[in-house]
C-alpha cells in the first residue's frame, strides 16, 4: 500500500511562475520528509529536506512546507527556470527508521 | 571524488539466467540500500543493510538476493525467480545507522531480459 502519494503526474509551468509540487502521505509515524529531483536514466539528486518539528525549510528558490495534521507537503520552486525540468519524487521516512518510502514522482516541464 | 558508483550502466539477460549488479561507495556510509524503479511506480525498496553481514527485506524483495561483506560494497543478484526484472535498480547509501540523513544515489543500472 501506497504510503506516500503524489497524486499529479505531471504538471508545466512557465519559466519565472512559481512551481508547486504536492505530496501526502499515510503514515503518522513519518517524522522526516525529503524531496529529489532525477532526469532520466539517473540517479535521483537530494534536493531539500523538512523534519516535522518544522513547517517551512528553504533553501535558495526552493522551499518545502510541511502541514503535519494534514499529512501533507509541498514544494515551491520560484522562480522556475527550463533546467528544473524533471521528475520530482517526495520521499519520507521515520526519523529513527530505515530506508526513504517513495512517492510515484511528479514531471515538471518548465516551458521558455 | 567521492560517491556511489553502480556498474554496468546497461545490462542484458536472458531469460532464466541470474545477474549480479555492483554497487560500490567510498563515503564511508553505514547503510545501503536497493531500490527499482518502473515507469509510473515510484521507487520500491528491494533490500537494505545497515551494517556490514546484515540485511533485510524491503517491500518487493522476492527473485532478488544480496550480500553485504564489506562496507564499501552491497551486490544485488537477481535471480531467475523475479518474475519481471526488467526494470531500473537504483543504489544508494546514507551515513548514519541511528537517525537520518538524505540518502545518495548512483546513477543506475538499466537490465533488461531478452
Known amino acids: 500500500d501506497q504510503q506516500v502519494k503524489q497524486n499529479s503526474p505531471s504538471l508545466s509551468v512557465q519559466e519565472g511562475r512559481i512551481s508547486i509540487l504536492n505530496c501526502d502521505y499515510t503514515n503518522s509515524m513519518f517524522d522526516y520528509f525529503l524531496w529529489y529531483k532525477k532526469y532520466p536514466a539517473e540517479g535521483p539528486t537530494f534536493l531539500i529536506s523538512?523534519?516535522?518539528?518544522?513547517d517551512k525549510n528553504e533553501d535558495g528558490r526552493f522551499t518545502v512546507f510541511l502541514n503535519k495534521s494534514a499529512k501533507h507537503l509541498s514544494l515551491h520552486i520560484v522562480p522556475s527556470q527550463p533546467g528544473d525540468s524533471a521528475v520530482y519524487f517526495c520521499?519520507?521516512?521515520?526519523?529513527?527508521?530505515?530506508?526513504?518510502?517513495f512517492g510515484k514522482g511528479t514531471s515538471l516541464l518548465v516551458t521558455p | 571524488d567521492g560517491g556511489i558508483t553502480q556498474s554496468p550502466k546497461y545490462l542484458f539477460r536472458k531469460e532464466g539466467q541470474n545477474v549480479t549488479l555492483s554497487c560500490e561507495q567510498n563515503l564511508n556510509h553505514d547503510a545501503m540500500y536497493w531500490y527499482r524503479q518502473d515507469p509510473g511506480q515510484g521507487l520500491r525498496l528491494i533490500y537494505y543493510s545497515q551494517i556490514v553481514n546484515d540485511f533485510q527485506k524491503g517491500d518487493i524483495a522476492e527473485g532478488y538476493s544480496v550480500s553485504r561483506e564489506k562496507k564499501e560494497s552491497f551486490p544485488l543478484t537477481v535471480t531467475s525467480a523475479q518474475k519481471n526484472p526488467t526494470a531500473f535498480y537504483l543504489c544508494a547509501s546514507s551515513p548514519n545507522r541511528q537517525g537520518y540523513t538524505e540518502a545518495f544515489f548512483g546513477q543506475g543500472t538499466r537490465l533488461t531480459v531478452v
Open positions: 523538512i523534519s516535522s518539528i518544522k
Open positions: 520521499a519520507a521516512t521515520q526519523y529513527s527508521g530505515y530506508a526513504l518510502n
